[in-house]
């Protein structure tokens, strides 16, 4: 409560080692269903927390016995968009990209994009799954399409190589969530728009719906500061407001012009 900032509204001892990733969804209008916070953390876990329960996680996924820990860097919240479905994606730092299906507690989908994991974002938390974005540490990111997943293929995607070095965040502009901006180890932001295919599912050989992928292109790009840009975020009230910190120890507040003709 910024009313009142020295008691928290809520606190929780989550994890043994640092908290890396935190994302929230319910509540407030953002997401049907209940209230939730998920953290990701260096141990190799990721807790799912729901502030009106004290001191114990209401999911926990965790490796099976005999895997390996991963550092997990990033986690998002999706497919909100009644009281019953939701999932969470998880990115590592081996390039695994896990997709946890909350409702039935399962294990819903994994993929590897060979570098770590640094952002996830779907393009909207509160709607069937449409897109979701990952970025990585060598400065690639990946569009996955969400809506078809196939059997043994799993979702469609398209990658890009946009920054020379590592891409930190991505995030969707909530007014038009098929353009997103993401942020580089070299000071840069880059505002992408996604286009959709003539047809975003096909049929193959077997039968079985499989995704197509769609294309982006970059609408603009501007370098802010000579250190790596570490986090941004849109304003989800005044259509082109953003804010984005550096390693710079600065805080900017950006507006992008002109997102209505694109």
């Known amino acids: 409560n910024l009313e009142a900032p020295e008691i928290p509204v809520y606190s ?12 929230g969804v319910g509540g407030l209008g953002i997401g049907e269903g209940a209230p939730e916070i998920v953290t990701g953390s260096r141990d190799g876990t990721v807790k799912v927390w729901d502030p009106r329960q004290k001191d114990s996680p209401v999911a926990n996924m965790e490796p099976v016995e005999g895997e390996s820990k991963r550092d997990c860097w990033t986690v998002a919240f999706g497919n909100a968009y009644n009281q019953e479905e939701r999932v969470v994606c998880a990115g590592y730092d081996n ?9 039935t507690m399962s294990l819903r989908w994994e993929t590897n994009i060979k570098n770590g994991v640094c952002s996830l974002e779907f393009d909207r938390k ?4 449409n897109k979701l974005v990952a970025t990585s540490l060598e400065g690639k990111f990946h569009v996955f399409d969400m809506r078809t997943q196939h059997p043994t293929k799993g979702f469609a995607s ?7 070095s590592t891409m930190w965040q991505v995030r969707h502009l909530p007014q038009n969530r098929d353009i997103f901006m993401t942020s580089g180890g070299a000071g840069s932001l880059h505002l992408w728009k996604y286009e959709y295919p003539a047809q975003r599912s096909k049929k193959d050989l077997e039968g079985a719906e499989m995704g197509v992928a769609g294309s982006v292109s970059l609408l603009q790009n501007v370098t802010l500061s000579t250190q790596p840009i570490s986090s941004m975020d849109w304003s989800p009230d005044k259509k082109g407001l953003c804010v984005c910190t550096a390693f710079d120890q600065t805080v900017r507040v950006l507006i992008v ?5 694109v």
């Open 12 to 23: 929780v001892k989550a994890h043994k080692e640092i908290v890396n990733s935190i994302d």
């Open 158 to 164: 398209v990658s890009e190589k946009a920054h020379k």
């Open 257 to 261: 012009t002109k997102l209505n003709k």
């Open 95 to 103: 390039g695994d990209i896990k997709l946890f299906d909350l409702k």
């Open 126 to 129: 509160d709607i069937n799954m």
